[in-house]
């Protein structure tokens, strides 16, 4: 069982904007700024979208943003395009110093 | 270029013992954090362990905790992972990822490619 909530999946049309949620708790995305999304393309790595809650690493399109509130975090993709369809994970650091993974959401574009 | 190249998979019996490496190139490994990451096959990601960048500390999740060892060699710019006691819920791809920083706290910012590790008799 996934320590973050996500949903098993999402779709949008091309041009579209969506949102992927994560829950947790306390002890992990309310207590830190520290949340992360990843990107993956089947077959492939992860791919580090957002850092530090909202921060994008150099690279990454301005279309992915993302935010927190209280203990959910949420990824917003814009304008949606076909390259965008992968798995996305949302993870946190926590209380123990460790870190916890969603259980990941599949992104479909129509 | 930045570069994370895991080896060491392959088929284990239950209850046997391997050893991964991730070889690091193109950035300071000593001054970095670095992390083990599976993946079973068809599921999400887990995080397995952590080590400081100096290699004093070291974090584990419960399902290895006691069965696995994270360390590393500054000198050979290579991160293990020693897996003793494995069982086949162990069966996953492994990632080893740099983190950003010398943090703990800093996210997952560089990715190998895998080593796939098969638990079964």
């Known amino acids: 069982q996934p320590a973050l909530t996500q949903p098993a999946s999402v779709s949008g049309s091309p041009g579209q904007s969506i949102t992927i949620s994560c829950s947790g708790t306390s002890n992990d995305i309310g207590g830190y700024n520290y949340v992360s999304w990843y990107q993956q393309r089947p077959d492939k790595a992860p791919k580090l979208m957002i850092y530090d809650v909202t921060r994008r690493p150099s690279g990454v399109s301005i279309r992915f943003s993302a935010s927190k509130s209280g203990n959910t975090a949420s990824l917003t993709i814009s304008a949606l395009q076909a390259e965008d369809e992968a798995d996305y994970y949302c993870?946190?650091?926590?209380?123990?110093?460790?870190?916890?993974f969603g259980g990941g959401t599949k992104l479909t574009v129509l | 270029q930045v570069q994370l190249v895991e080896s060491g998979g392959g088929v284990v019996q239950p209850g046997r013992s391997l050893r991964l490496s991730c070889a690091a190139s193109g950035f300071t490994f000593s001054s970095y954090v670095m992390h083990w990451v599976r993946q079973a096959p068809g599921k999400g990601l887990e995080w397995v362990a952590l080590i400081s960048y100096d290699g004093s500390n070291k974090y584990y999740a419960d399902s290895v905790k006691g069965r696995f060892t994270i360390s590393r060699d500054s000198s050979k710019n290579t991160l293990y992972l020693q897996m003793n006691s494995l069982r086949p819920e162990d069966t996953a791809v492994y990632y080893c990822a740099q983190g950003g920083g010398n943090a703990e706290s800093d996210a997952f910012n560089i990715w190998g490619q895998g080593t796939m590790v098969t638990v079964s008799s």
């Open positions: 993870s946190s650091y926590t209380s123990s110093t460790t870190w916890v």
